[in-house]
C-alpha cells in the first residue's frame, strides 16, 4: 500500500518552455502533498505544500509565479515549471501524507532544461 | 533552519557499524529517517515520535531525544545494500511538512 506516482519520469525541454509534473497517490487520500527540488549531491528542500481544493503554501525563496501547484483531488497534485531556465534543471519529487505523520514519496522527475 | 546530520561522509566494511547524527535548532514533535540511492526517490526506513521514542527494525535502529533536538540512527552489522545517502527530515508541533537534513553519505565495502 500507499504507493505514490510522478510523471513523467524525466523530461527534457527547450527553455522558456513550459513542463508540468503530475504526482498521483495510487491507494489512499493524501490530504496533504509536498513538493521538493534536490540538486546534485544535495538534501531535498521543500518546495510547497498543497491541501486538496486550497492554494499552495510556498516556501520562503521559491517563486509562485514560476512554480504553479494545482492539487485537484485526494488523489491528484500537479506542478508545472513556467518558462523554465537551465537553472530550473533538477531532481523533482512529490510526497504524499494521509495524516499519520508519514510521508510517501513518489519515484522523482529528472527535469533537464536546455 | 536546516537540520546538522554528522558524520557528512562513513566508508564501512560489510558487518560494521555506524552512527549517523541528525541535530536541529528548533523543537521537534517528530524524526523521520529515510535513505536515497543515487538517482532514486528516498525510502522511508522509520519515524520517530516525541516521548523519548527508541525503534528498531532487523538491523537499523533510531532514539529520539526531544530535550536535545537530536536524534540518531543506528545501523549494525552493514550489509552491501545499506550504502546509500541517509536523510533525516524533522516536524514539527504545528505542522505535517518535514526539512530533511544535510544528508550522510554511507558507503559499505566487501
Not at chain 2, 520517530?48 to 531525544?65: P, R, T, V
Request: proline share 4%; net charge neutral.
Amino acid at each position: 500500500g500507499a504507493v505514490v506516482s510522478q510523471h513523467p519520469s524525466w523530461v527534457i525541454c527547450k527553455s522558456g518552455t513550459s513542463v508540468k509534473i503530475e504526482c498521483r497517490s495510487l491507494d489512499f487520500q493524501a490530504t496533504t502533498m509536498f513538493w521538493y527540488r534536490q540538486f546534485p549531491k544535495q538534501s531535498l528542500m521543500l518546495m510547497a505544500t498543497s491541501n486538496e481544493g486550497s492554494k499552495a503554501t510556498y516556501e520562503q525563496g521559491v517563486e509562485k509565479d514560476k512554480f504553479l501547484i494545482n492539487h485537484a483531488s485526494l488523489t491528484l497534485s500537479t506542478l508545472t515549471v513556467t518558462s523554465a531556465h537551465p537553472e530550473d534543471s533538477s531532481f523533482y519529487i512529490c510526497s504524499a501524507s494521509d495524516a499519520t505523520y508519514e510521508q510517501y514519496f513518489g519515484p522523482g522527475t529528472r527535469l533537464t532544461v536546455t | 533552519q536546516q537540520p546538522v546530520q554528522s558524520p557528512q561522509a562513513v566508508i564501512l566494511r560489510e558487518g560494521e557499524d555506524a552512527v549517523i547524527n541528525c541535530s536541529s535548532s528548533k523543537a521537534l514533535y517528530s524524526v523521520h529517517w529515510y535513505r536515497q540511492k543515487h538517482g532514486e526517490a528516498p525510502v522511508f526506513l522509520m519515524i520517530l515520535l516525541k516521548g523519548g521514542e527508541q525503534k528498531g527494525h532487523d538491523k537499523i535502529s533510531a532514539s529520539f531525544n526531544e530535550k536535545k533536538q537530536q536524534s540518531s540512527l543506528y545501523l549494525t552489522a552493514s550489509q552491501l545494500s545499506y550504502s546509500g545517502t541517509y536523510f533525516c527530515g524533522t516536524g514539527g508541533v504545528f505542522t505535517d511538512k518535514l526539512i530533511f537534513g544535510t544528508g550522510t553519505r554511507l558507503q559499505v565495502f566487501p
